[in-house]
């Protein structure tokens, strides 16, 4: 075993020295934002007596949605179909595998940044035949602006939170030492949810052939954390 030689990398003083005593702290920020993006999903179903004119009605239906959200042009930045399925219905009684009807849905996501528009298409969704809309859901985008701002503030936070230590010893910052980044912001689900910011709606056609009102919908304000650790140096402090 062989002895360490002043040329060998020595290893990291956590707590520094009396001659570059260390300051570790941890700087934070919350921003209340307006959301960016709002999803919806849709739900269209169809039942018929066999699996033919079940799988038509759902096509025609399906085929009636997409035609109405592509309507609404750049209000809508993204249109997606999820998944589809048409299911059999067993009878309650009877022996055998007799199908008493066929049930057929398909699910639709769609992505919209015109809160005006928001509230007109989802209330024309909701008032078509065996339609369900979900949402909406109020996100940021994934490059918004504002996670930037937050992970800046919490490293102006973290540096005027050590420069306050600093001058209660009397002296001031040196240098800085390590930056770590502990969680930007609190990741969303993929399609986040809140007390209040959920509506749902399943509707079987009108009673009469009117137009609804269209839902009168306020964004929910968004929350972006940002959180960092940060050490620094300072000139050593006369006690």
Do not use: C
Not at 66 to 88: F, H, M, N, Q, W
């Amino acid at each position: 075993m062989t002895s360490p030689t002043p040329d060998d990398p020595q290893p990291a003083v956590p707590y520094g020295t009396p001659d570059a005593p260390r300051i570790a702290v941890r700087g934070e920020a919350h921003l209340e934002v307006d959301p960016e993006i709002a999803r919806i999903g849709i739900t269209v179903a169809s039942r018929g007596k066999d699996r033919r004119a079940a799988l038509d009605d759902l096509t025609r239906r399906n085929t009636t949605v997409l035609d109405l959200v592509k309507t609404y042009g750049d209000a809508v930045e993204r249109l997606e179909t999820g998944a589809l399925s048409i299911s059999p219905e067993l009878k309650d009684k009877g022996r055998g595998e007799r199908v008493h009807a066929y049930h057929g849905r398909v699910h639709i996501t769609a992505e919209l940044t015109d809160f005006t528009a928001l509230g007109e298409l989802t209330t024309r969704l909701a008032d078509l035949d065996l339609t369900r809309v979900d949402g909406p859901y109020w996100a940021l985008r994934p490059d918004s602006p504002a996670h930037r701002e937050a992970r800046q503030q919490a490293v102006r936070e973290a540096v005027q939170r050590a420069r306050e230590y600093a001058e209660a010893l009397g002296t001031s910052l040196a240098a800085l030492v390590e930056l770590a980044d502990i969680g930007a912001e609190n990741a969303p689900p993929a399609y986040p949810q809140a007390p209040g910011s959920r509506m749902r709606s399943l509707a079987y056609g009108a009673a009469e052939d009117t137009t609804a009102a269209p839902l009168d919908l306020e964004p929910q304000r968004q929350h972006v954390y940002a959180q960092v650790n940060a050490r620094f140096t300072m000139t050593p402090p006369q006690l």
